[in-house]
């Protein structure tokens, strides 16, 4: 079974700083997808990044990127230049290729942007 | 047009009721999920289904029984709730099994 570990429950930071975000999982599988998702208050989770294991390149989308270390398991999300639209909660999520567990979500990151 | 809808948003019961959550999603996807978030915000997956088949039934009671009379629709039937099932259950449906999953807005049940 596979397992993620987000180890920030929550975090603020001022309005335009840089975030970063961790997660951490465990599996025995060679080839998944991770993922984070964002949910801010109106309670819509909404997908924010995506990464295929077997790529090597950090996927980025505008001001969100990931740091995706295979080896050590690791899968960091980057936010730059935060606006206050960024307050949210974040789940990091597994998918095993193939999909046949559906996602195994982390605990989430309640991040906090302050104007 | 919403993409994954669910219906009601929000569905206020007693202990002991039948209750049942539609999903639909006018996406053409081919699979469809259910998810519980519980109170502390955690997200676990219930059911899934791929082409009306059943593909994922995580442990879960047996009153919990869902249904899926085409493609588009996956419902969510729960027999005699208890305290226990208080939650926001999400339905979500994805191109294939391997594709990103886009969520519904989530029915939020409360059981006094």
């Known amino acids: 079974a596979q397992t993620v570990t987000q180890s920030q429950p929550e975090m603020s930071v001022q309005e335009a700083e840089t975030v970063t975000l961790s997660c951490t999982y465990d599996?025995?599988?060679?080839?998944?997808?991770l993922f984070w998702y964002k949910q801010p208050p109106s309670r819509q989770m909404i997908l924010v990044i995506r990464q295929e294991a077997y790529k090597q390149q950090n996927a980025t989308e505008n001001r969100f990127s990931v740091n995706f270390q295979k080896a050590a398991k690791s899968f960091s999300l980057k936010i730059s230049d935060s606006q206050l639209g960024d307050t949210a909660m974040y789940f990091c999520a597994f998918m095993k290729y193939g999909g046949a567990d559906g996602l195994t979500f982390g605990k989430g990151t309640h991040l906090i942007i302050q104007p | 047009d919403t993409a994954v809808s669910q219906t009601p948003k929000y569905l206020v019961t007693q202990m002991g009721n039948d209750k049942s959550i539609k999903c639909e999603q006018n996406l053409g996807h081919d699979t469809m999920y259910w998810y519980k978030q519980d109170s502390k915000k955690f997200l676990k997956i219930m059911f899934s289904?791929?082409?009306?088949?059943?593909?994922i039934n995580e442990t879960v009671p047996n009153r919990f029984s869902p249904k899926s009379p085409d493609k588009a629709h996956l419902n969510l039937h729960i027999n005699s709730l208890e305290l226990g099932d208080s939650a926001v259950y999400f339905c979500a449906s994805s191109r294939d099994r391997v594709s990103p999953q886009h969520f519904g807005d989530g029915t939020r049940l409360s059981i006094l």
């Open positions: 599996t025995s599988e060679n080839n998944y997808y």
């Open positions: 289904y791929n082409n009306k088949e059943l593909i």
